[in-house]
Every structure is written in structure tokens, then in C-alpha cells.
């Protein structure tokens, strides 16, 4: 273990942590220190005290040479090869990082980047539900974007686990990735430390240290100019030891006679040239080789690049760990300072570094090593030859996932190699290219790239409709629906179009046709998509033109719609193909809550969510508004706040946040507490008529100035939902609405358009009942006639569909119908049932207008009863969070816990900050104690 001097301060901080995480409450730790000041140091001191606390630790190295590879410095950490084996949640993790799949179910680097954040985090979960975790991170001034966001959300709940976060970095203008985390790390009580330089009496220990004897005050006189930085004192004594001014004689060290230099320290630069002046001749070339290379030594690629055996090497790798140049990190080697690094590298020439990093190149494609090391050096070498450019032909598509900016870079440079030398070569690198730059995330640049690359007369007809296939996900990807069937159109008339591409191309076409509101040309064109499919033996095409056709009839058949989007599912496959403008698993479980198949829906909503998590798909903020939408109309509305909550936190590329703004507010009115939720929305993004709640944000406020009195308001902002629903959607698809607009037409006696609500939703259920339209029907009738019949059935037909909230709409307005046909008794007795539906709901603003409207109908209400439940403590929990406790306490993990109740990773672990809010605990360890010890207490009452 390296010595450490004067850092007692700071390491009790650190260990004070460490302690406090091992106990279940996590801690997120800053290092902030100077070159040479000793953090290195101080985390191996970290390390070993945790391992002494019994916690898992993981600990990595940012390096700069890989700042532009994602995930590269997270990896560092937790992709330990030596445990991959044994762990399958590592593997993954490790498969993911290695590209694996990623071009079949992601469609951009930032998707990819997104499920393996998820993929991570799970990960983190499981090892924490078994054992505390350090994860400690060196050199976090070279931290790459995505490592940043992986800490970033890793320390989000962090005091709630038994985690400790330390990131170490220098003193210098961070990075962007670092400047960003460490300002999250702060706003979320992150402990700062700032290694100081040494005092005097650290200075003379560090000597003291060093020398192996007492130091004199003329040799301490001689370390004040190291002005307390550790490494300037470590050097000042090397050299000193090394040209025979400081002398050791019997446990004593003293200045020998003669001059000395005088001065300030040398700079940390020229202490490192000095240093390599040390290294034997004979090993130089080695280490300076190394240096090269990068911060990280494999001793089997440098002795094939050196072309020299291994164990010709074993002794300059033994001298350089000796004299500190190098240390190990279990299975690998790095530079103890990475300016000693790039010195080293630097005493080269330019041409030799060059040579190294091709010759380097050449080794790693031989080793098969991973492709972005391989593309580093080719790159830093600023040359291709043809077998480089041979290489990144072959190993195209896995560059492009693990480095896209690399790849365009490489590309660019080996279509400048081989153009007009080499025709089919340079097709196939052109749309590599393409590809790369789709992956990147910059569609613009691929789509001109593709139109020039058609414009270029090719004699393979295949490599033509490629091009084509990637020049319609360019389009697509830009949101330009008519460049995209024009696409389409040409490839279609394109006779190198084999039947089965054209029928795939068939149904991208027929949504986008759809989405146009071309309704009639894109139903023929997915009719189309699936008998050619089928012709061809082709399931992604029967898949595509399925899915396309269920989507269509969501508008007029909901039944056959999803037994498409179930066939879809099978043909395509497990998964979110990257070229589907429409997720099938979110499809399938709106058509299930709209048959009101609720508890499949739940099952197919948690699937949504748990695909899109896995793959990195666009369509996770939707499949969270699917979820909150259930919950909201089975009146679990504390899981709908839940997972709300959730889908906020994080990426929205299809604008559907403003939805679950909306859901929430929802909620905030019917219990009395507007304003009270998530603020205010983003403004809606124009509707991809996917679902049938894009008018739902104006519900949410036409129900907020309901509540305000604002019937008038009210009116302006919720008829427009329904009336334009026949031009921008189908009726079938808003009638949730039409409950809350009845109430306000007849507070303002629109009579005319009362009725012609009650005319559509007979239309809707001759058309297709479900027990919810049904009621919708019955209520909206009883509310405009005043006739208590239909309203009592509208009751039955809610209780059946499982929407608790509009059973007690259909019993309100049922007691003011008695009321006013003089059946006291009965009205009594349907609001006693309207108050207990809203008293389940804790519901308080509908209860109170329930006694209103009562009242105004000559009812006499009674004493007011009991409105809330408990906001704190145990009985303050709703049936989920009580499971979720009971989870875990048993030692599940937020992944398995979300397995067991369909439900995300992320909702469940909303759903353990909700119930520690409430029951006044701060960690899942405090928690999991309470609910045992509540269970002893219960069992000792049972045998008493």
C-alpha cells in the first residue's frame, strides 16, 4: 500500500463515508486535488477500507485517449473480465458494451446509449440488493458523456442505498461531462474534498518516509521548495539521493558539503523527463512504446508490437512498477501519472509515433481486439493503406456502435483511399457511412450522402436498394413523411427491388401514408405489404404492413386492430425493430385499455415499458403515459402519480411528456390539490395520432377551471377535444372525456350540444360496445334527460369495465336525478355510494361538489364524514407500496421487485422514495428493519 502523508483529515472523510454507505446510507464523494497531490493514493488507502467494511468494490481509470467512447470509463469499473464469467447480469452488461445487437434493436447511438444506462443501472441494482458497493473513479477529468450520465443517475437516490459514489479528478477547467456531474453530484449533497498541499510536519513524515531515517532541518529546508505538493518532495529527495547531496548515515539523513541548486521546484513536465532519463537505455524503448500506446499496458500487445516474446519483457514491467512508473489494476497495468505518459511519448519523433500507433493498429486487428482501440490508432497514425482500409470494411458495422465519431472519421478518410481505384469497395464504404452517420444521430448529413451515393451509376442492384432503405430511415428519422413515400415510390419502381424489400418498404410507406392522414392509400398500402409479405415468405414484412394496418383501424375496429398488432409481434419478433414508426407493444396495450381488458393491459403496458428500457427505444415516455392512463381509470391514482414521476426522468423525443403532465394534474384536481404535481407542461409536439389522449392537456386544465367555477372556461378548452376529434381522431378514441364535458353542458344549459354528445356515443357503441362506452352513454343520456334509469345502469357498466371514478360520476348524478324527481331515499343512498367511490379515491374535490350539487337539488347531505386518508406514516401506504415494502425487506431488488409486479425498475424505485417519504425513513436498510420488526410485533399480538 503506498505511504500517505498528512491526508488524515480527508481520509477520515473518505472512510466516514464508506462507513455510512456500508450502513445503508449512501454517499456521493468529490476529490478534487492538484497534479501530484496524492488522490491516486488516497483512493488505494478508500479501497482497501472497503473491502474491509465487506462492500463490493469496483474501481476504474478514465483515460483521455478515450473520452469520445461512450461508456468507456463506467466500463473501467464494473466490466471486470475476471467476473463476467460468473455473473449473467455483467454479461449482458458486457454484450451490450461490446455492441452486441445493437444495430437490430436500436436506431441511433443515443437509443443504444440509453438501454445500456438501463442495462447498468439494473445491474448496480442486483449487486446492491446483495451487498454494499464503492465504486471509485479515477481520472474523472477524462470521464466520457455517457459515464457521467451512468453517475449521474446512479446518484439520484443515492442516500437511500448502501452505495458510496467517489469521483476523482484534477484541479484544471473540466471537461463538459465532469463539469456537468460534478454539478449534480453538489446539488445533491455530494461530500467536497480538497487535498491541500502538506504542512510542514507531513513533509517531514513523507521524508522521513522516503529516506528511511530522520531528515535534518537542512534537508527539510531543502524540500520548502516543494511548497507542500508530495510528488515535487518524492523528486526533490530522488534526485538528491541520486547525485549524493542528502546522505543517510546512521539513521540520519543530512545535506552533504558542497553546492546545490537553488530555486522553485522544476515543473511537474521537466521532473518527468528527468524520470525518464532514469529508465535504463535498454528499457526505453519499451516503456516509451507503451507510452504510446495509451494510459492502460497489455503486456501481450506491447511485446507484438515491440516483437518481442513476453518474457523478454517480464523485467523492464517488474523495474517499472518498482519505481513507481507503473501500477496494477488487477488484471492490467497503467501509468501511475499520466503526465509521465505523455512525456515519455512525447521524446519521440512525430514519424516514430506515427509508425507505432500503425504498427500498433495492425497488432490489435490481429489479436481481434475490441474495434474502437484498433480505429484509435489508425486514427491518431493519420494514414489508411488498403489493409487498414480492408479492415474497416469487415468490422464496419460494430465501429459504427461502439464509436460512431470514429467511424464517420475512418470512413471519410478511407473513401479519400480508395475512390475511383476500387468501385465496389467504395460503394460498400459509402454506405457504411451512411450508416454511420444515421447512428450518430445526424440524419441530415446521411440523407445527402445517400442521394449522392444513388446518384453514382452501380452495377449491384442490391447495393441500390440499400442505399434506398437507408435513404428512407434518413427521411424518416427528419420527420419528412413525403420524401419518405417518394422514396418508397422509387424503390418500388426500381426492378433490382426484390419482392420481399419492396413489400417492407410497402408497409414503411402505408404509416407514413397514415400519418399524413391519407387513410384510404395507407390501408391499401399495408394490405398490400401484407399479402406480398406473405408471397415473398417474408415475417418482417407481414410484420411491418400488419402493424400498419392495426394502427389504421384503432380509429373504427379495435378488435382486429389488435389481433394485427399481435400478429405484428409474432412475425417481427422480440424487440423494437429501429426502422418502426410505431411501437407494437405500446399499440397492443392501448387497444387492450381501450377493449377494457384492463389486467392485460397492465401486463402488456409493463411489457412497453420493460422493451423499450432494453433496447433504448423512443417510445418509453409513451409507454409510461399508457401506464398512467391505466392507473388513472382504475383509480390507483398514487401509481399513476408514480409513474408519472418516472417517465418525466428521462429522454422524450416524441414531445409525450406533456401527457403525463396531464395525468397528473388530473389527479392534482379530483383530490383538491391543483397545482400540486409535476408544474407546467412542455408544449404539446404535433400528435403522431398514436393514442386517443392528445387532447388530454386540455382536459386536465378544462377540469382545473371547472374546479376554479370557470364552467364558461371550462367549455372552451374540452368541447374543441371532442368536437374536432372527427377531424384530427376518431371519437372512439377521446369518449373518456365525455362525463366531465356532460357536467359542464349542463351547468351551462347547452342543450343542443348535449344531445348531440349523446348522438355520437350511440353511434360509437352500435358500432362497438365495451362495457366503458356503454357507460359513457347511459351517463351522458341520464345526465340530459334527468332519467335516474340509465344513469343507475351507467353505474353497472363502469363497475364492470374497472373505472371506479366514473361508477361515482354515474351515482352523482343519479342521486341529483332522484333529488329532483322527489325520491329522497334514493338519492340518499346513490350518494352515500358517489361518496364512498370518491372516499376510495381520495377523491376530496369531487366529493365536495357531489354535496354541492346535492344540496342545490334540495338534498340534504348529512354530517361531513371523514374525507382523507392518512398522508404519513405506515397506514398513509397504498396496496403497491405495501408490496414494494414487503419486497423489500425480503432482499429483492428494484429489478426483481418490477418483475414480480409488472412494473419498471424505475417506478418501483419512485414508489420506495414515496414510501420512506411517508413513513419518515431514509435508506431501503432502514425499511427493510421496520418492516420486520412490524411483522415480529404483529405475530407477538397474534400468540398473545
Known amino acids: 500500500m503506498p505511504y500517505l502523508a498528512g491526508r488524515d483529515a480527508e481520509r477520515d472523510q473518505l472512510y466516514a463515508a464508506a462507513r455510512a454507505a456500508a450502513a445503508g446510507h449512501g454517499r456521493a464523494v468529490l476529490v478534487q486535488a492538484p497534479i501530484g497531490f496524492g488522490k491516486t493514493t488516497?483512493?488505494?488507502?478508500?479501497?482497501?477500507?472497503?473491502?474491509?467494511?465487506?462492500?463490493?468494490?469496483?474501481?476504474?481509470?478514465?483515460?483521455?485517449?478515450?473520452?469520445?467512447?461512450?461508456?468507456?470509463a463506467i466500463s473501467t469499473c464494473v466490466a471486470d473480465p475476471r467476473t463476467i464469467a460468473a455473473d449473467p447480469d455483467l454479461a449482458h452488461v458486457a454484450a451490450l458494451l461490446r455492441g452486441e445487437g445493437a444495430l437490430t434493436h436500436s436506431s441511433t447511438a443515443a437509443n443504444h446509449e440509453l438501454a445500456l444506462t438501463e442495462a447498468i443501472l439494473d445491474l448496480a441494482d442486483r449487486w446492491l440488493s446483495r451487498a454494499p458497493l464503492a465504486l471509485l473513479l479515477d481520472e474523472a477529468q477524462w470521464a466520457d458523456r455517457a459515464s457521467a450520465v451512468v453517475l449521474h443517475r446512479l446518484a439520484r437516490t443515492i442516500e437511500q442505498l448502501p452505495l458510496l459514489l467517489v469521483v476523482a479528478a484534477r484541479i484544471v477547467a473540466p471537461g463538459e461531462a465532469l463539469d456537468s456531474l460534478q454539478r449534480s453530484l453538489a446539488g445533491r449533497g455530494a461530500v467536497m474534498v480538497t487535498l491541500p498541499q502538506l504542512d510542514a510536519a507531513a513533509v517531514r513524515a513523507l521524508a522521513e518516509h522516503e529516506l528511511g531515517a530522520a531528515?535534518?532541518?537542512?534537508?527539510?529546508?531543502?524540500?520548502?521548495?516543494?511548497?507542500?505538493?508530495?510528488?515535487?518532495?518524492?523528486?526533490?529527495?530522488?534526485?538528491?539521493?541520486?547525485?549524493?547531496?542528502?546522505?543517510?548515515?546512521?539513521?540520519?539523513?543530512?545535506?552533504?558539503?558542497?553546492?546545490?541548486?537553488?530555486?522553485?521546484?522544476?515543473?511537474?513536465?521537466?521532473?518527468?523527463?528527468?524520470?525518464?532519463?532514469?529508465?535504463?537505455?535498454r528499457y526505453r524503448e519499451a516503456v516509451q512504446t507503451a507510452a504510446v500506446l495509451g494510459s492502460t499496458v497489455d503486456v501481450a500487445q506491447l511485446a507484438a508490437v515491440l516483437d518481442t516474446p513476453v518474457m523478454e519483457l517480464s523485467d523492464v514491467i517488474a523495474d517499472a512498477i518498482e519505481a513507481g512508473l507503473l501500477v496494477e489494476t488487477g488484471q492490467t497495468l497503467r501509468f501511475r501519472q499520466n503526465l509521465t505518459r505523455q512525456i515519455l511519448a512525447e521524446s519521440l519523433p512525430a514519424a516514430v509515433r506515427t509508425a507505432l500507433h500503425q504498427r500498433a493498429g495492425r497488432v490489435l486487428e490481429e489479436q481481434c481486439a475490441p474495434v474502437e482501440r484498433v480505429a484509435g490508432h489508425l486514427l491518431a497514425a493519420g494514414r489508411l493503406d488498403g489493409d487498414d482500409v480492408a479492415w474497416l470494411d469487415a468490422d464496419a458495422d460494430v465501429l459504427i456502435v461502439r464509436a460512431p465519431e470514429l467511424a464517420v472519421q475512418l470512413m471519410r478518410q478511407a473513401l479519400a483511399v480508395v475512390s475511383g481505384r476500387t468501385p465496389d469497395q467504395t460503394a460498400r464504404l459509402r454506405r457504411h457511412l451512411v450508416r454511420a452517420l444515421l447512428w450518430a444521430g445526424d440524419p441530415v448529413q446521411a440523407e445527402v450522402l445517400a442521394r449522392e451515393a444513388l446518384s453514382v451509376p452501380d452495377a449491384d442492384p442490391a447495393s441500390r436498394t440499400e442505399l434506398r432503405w437507408l435513404l428512407t430511415q434518413a427521411c424518416l428519422r427528419q420527420g419528412h413523411l413525403r420524401d419518405t413515400v417518394d422514396t418508397v415510390g422509387e424503390a418500388l419502381a426500381d426492378p433490382g427491388t426484390t419482392a420481399a424489400q419492396a413489400a417492407r418498404l410497402r408497409g414503411i410507406g402505408a404509416a407514413c401514408l397514415l400519418f399524413q392522414r391519407r387513410y384510404d392509400e395507407g390501408v391499401a398500402w399495408a394490405d398490400r405489404a401484407v399479402a406480398d409479405g406473405q408471397a415473398a415468405a417474408d415475417d418482417t414484412a407481414v410484420g411491418i404492413g400488419s402493424l400498419a394496418k392495426g394502427f389504421a383501424l384503432t380509429r373504427s375496429d379495435l378488435g382486429q386492430a389488435l389481433d394485427l398488432v399481435e400478429r405484428a409481434i409474432g412475425c417481427l419478433g422480440p424487440g423494437i425493430q429501429p426502422d418502426l414508426q410505431v411501437d407494437p407493444y405500446t399499440l397492443k396495450g392501448f387497444c387492450l385499455i381501450e377493449l377494457d381488458r384492463l389486467d392485460e393491459a397492465d401486463e402488456a403496458s409493463a411489457t412497453a415499458v420493460r422493451v423499450n428500457q432494453r433496447t433504448g427505444g423512443m417510445y418509453l415516455t409513451t409507454a409510461y403515459v399508457e401506464r398512467a392512463h391505466l392507473r388513472y381509470l382504475q383509480g390507483r391514482w398514487d401509481d399513476a402519480r408514480a409513474e408519472c414521476r418516472t417517465g418525466m426522468d428521462g429522454p422524450d423525443p416524441l414531445g409525450h411528456s406533456c401527457r403525463l403532465w396531464a395525468f397528473d394534474a388530473l389527479v392534482g384536481v379530483h383530490r383538491g390539490e391543483p397545482g400540486a404535481g409535476l408544474g407546467e407542461p412542455q408544449p404539446p409536439t404535433a400528435d403522431g395520432e398514436d393514442t386517443g389522449d392528445s387532447g388530454i392537456v386540455a382536459w386536465a386544465r378544462a377540469l382545473g377551471q371547472e374546479a376554479a367555477g370557470a364552467h364558461d372556461r371550462a367549455f372552451e378548452l374540452l368541447y374543441p377535444v371532442w368536437a374536432d376529434a372527427g377531424v384530427a381522431q376518431s371519437h372512439r378514441l377521446r369518449y373518456k372525456i365525455t362525463p366531465d364535458l356532460a357536467r359542464t353542458l349542463l351547468a351551462l344549459g347547452r342543450d343542443r350540444e348535449l344531445a348531440d354528445l349523446v348522438g355520437v356515443l350511440r353511434e360509437l357503441v352500435e358500432a362497438g360496445p365495451v362495457p366503458s362506452l356503454h357507460g359513457c352513454l347511459d351517463l351522458c343520456e341520464g345526465t340530459r334527460t334527468g332519467d335516474p334509469a340509465p344513469l343507475a345502469a351507467a353505474a353497472v357498466w363502469f363497475r364492470r369495465a374497472g373505472w371506479p371514478l366514473y361508477e361515482g360520476y354515474a351515482q352523482e348524478a343519479a342521486a341529483l336525478a332522484h333529488a329532483r324527481a322527489g325520491a329522497a331515499a334514493d338519492a340518499r343512498a346513490a350518494l352515500r355510494r358517489a361518496l364512498a367511490a370518491y372516499a376510495g379515491l381520495d377523491a376530496g374535490w369531487d366529493a365536495d361538489r357531489a354535496r354541492a350539487r346535492a344540496r342545490q337539488a334540495g338534498l340534504r347531505t348529512g354530517a361531513r364524514g371523514s374525507r382523507n386518508r392518512p398522508k404519513q406514516g405506515w397506514a398513509a401506504l397504498t396496496d403497491t407500496e405495501q408490496r414494494v415494502a414487503e419486497h423489500v425487506a425480503a432482499g429483492l431488488s428494484n429489478p426483481e421487485i418490477a418483475a414480480q409486479m409488472f412494473l419498471s425498475r424505475r417506478t418501483v424505485q419512485s414508489h420506495v422514495s414515496s414510501i420512506l417519504a411517508k413513513v419518515g425513513l431514509t435508506s431501503r436498510v432502514e425499511l427493510a428493519v421496520a418492516v420486520h420488526a412490524g411483522a415480529d410485533r404483529a405475530a407477538r399480538t397474534d400468540e398473545s
Not at 511548497?227 to 542528502?246: C, H, M, Q, W
Open 215 to 281: 531528515a535534518s532541518p537542512e534537508v527539510l529546508a531543502l524540500l520548502d521548495s516543494a511548497g507542500g505538493n508530495p510528488t515535487y518532495v518524492k523528486a526533490i529527495l530522488a534526485e538528491a539521493r541520486e547525485d549524493g547531496s542528502v546522505l543517510v548515515h546512521e539513521g540520519r539523513a543530512e545535506l552533504a558539503p558542497g553546492p546545490r541548486r537553488a530555486g522553485p521546484p522544476r515543473p511537474l513536465a521537466e521532473i518527468a523527463a528527468h524520470e525518464l532519463e532514469l529508465v535504463p537505455r
Open 42 to 72: 488516497l483512493l488505494d488507502h478508500l479501497a482497501a477500507e472497503c473491502a474491509r467494511l465487506g462492500m463490493r468494490v469496483l474501481r476504474g481509470t478514465a483515460e483521455e485517449l478515450e473520452q469520445d467512447l461512450p461508456f468507456a
